[in-house]
């Protein structure tokens, strides 16, 4: 199978997640999305997220928009609040589904940061990688140059255009907490969990 994994903050998950996912999961033939809410992003580790369980509720919620969507937990905290590195998560996937194909599926800005990301070299070798066109965010050679990609590095990462979703959780969050219910931005199923539990007021 053809499967990627889709690691992210997800507070909350909106349309800019499916509409990545499902671009990608068109584009590669992917049999799978593995959408995996992050227990505690190395790169925004002094933020204060929702709770890792709530956001694995919305993943859930969201991953009903596309029979190829699947919510895991594979990223959940660590007993020991230690932050979860994604090149351990693109390890155990490796050692999990040997026989697969393993992609990671991800925005530009979060590539463009790649140099900062723990192990990048190795990351590059675990999986292929699907990057996602971001308004905002600068795909272009030039900037891709920054990240200093061997040739056959290169060659493992395929961009994906044409996605143009200019929205983010953290405009989300704003505005559901001035009681926007943000109906054109979140996945209905989402959007109902959200307005049930009386999150983000
Ligand atoms: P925040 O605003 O809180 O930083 P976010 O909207 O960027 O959140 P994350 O959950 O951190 O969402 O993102 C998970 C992944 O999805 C990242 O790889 C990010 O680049 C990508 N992503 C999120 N929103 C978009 C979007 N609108 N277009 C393309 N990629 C996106």
């Known amino acids: 199978m053809r499967i990627a994994l889709f690691g992210g903050t997800f507070d909350p998950p909106h349309r800019g997640h499916i509409a990545i996912a499902t ?3 068109n584009a590669f033939a992917l ?8 227990g505690l992003q190395p790169l925004k580790i002094d933020t204060n997220p929702t ?7 919305l993943v859930e919620a969201a991953c009903q928009e596309d029979p190829r969507f ?13 932050p979860n590195y994604t090149v351990d998560t693109l390890t155990s996937l490796t050692a999990l589904l040997p026989e697969d194909t393993l992609f990671n599926l991800v925005g530009a800005d979060s590539f463009l940061s790649l140099r900062q990301w723990r ?21 272009t050679e030039p900037a891709l140059a920054l990240l200093a990609l061997t040739p056959e590095q290169r060659n493992r990462v395929h961009i994906l255009t044409g996605i143009a979703e200019d929205v983010s959780a953290t405009s ?30």
């Not at 709770?51 to 509720?57: A, N, T, V, Y």
């Not at 919510?71 to 020991?80: E, H, L």
Request: aromatic share 6%; proline share 11%; with cysteine.
């Open 70 to 82: 699947t919510a895991t937990n594979i990223d959940a905290p660590d007993p020991d609040q230690s």
């Open 31 to 38: 049999d799978r999305v593995l959408f995996a809410p992050t």
């Open 119 to 139: 192990s990048p070299d190795r990351l590059l070798s675990l999986a292929e990688w699907i990057v996602v066109t971001r308004p905002g965010h600068s795909l």
């Open 172 to 201: 989300l969050r704003i505005r559901l907490h001035i009681g926007d219910p943000c109906h054109d931005l979140l996945p209905e199923p989402v959007a109902a969990y959200i307005a049930l539990h009386h999150l983000y007021r």
């Open 23 to 25: 671009a990608a999961a």
């Open 51 to 57: 709770p890792f369980l709530i956001r694995m509720k």
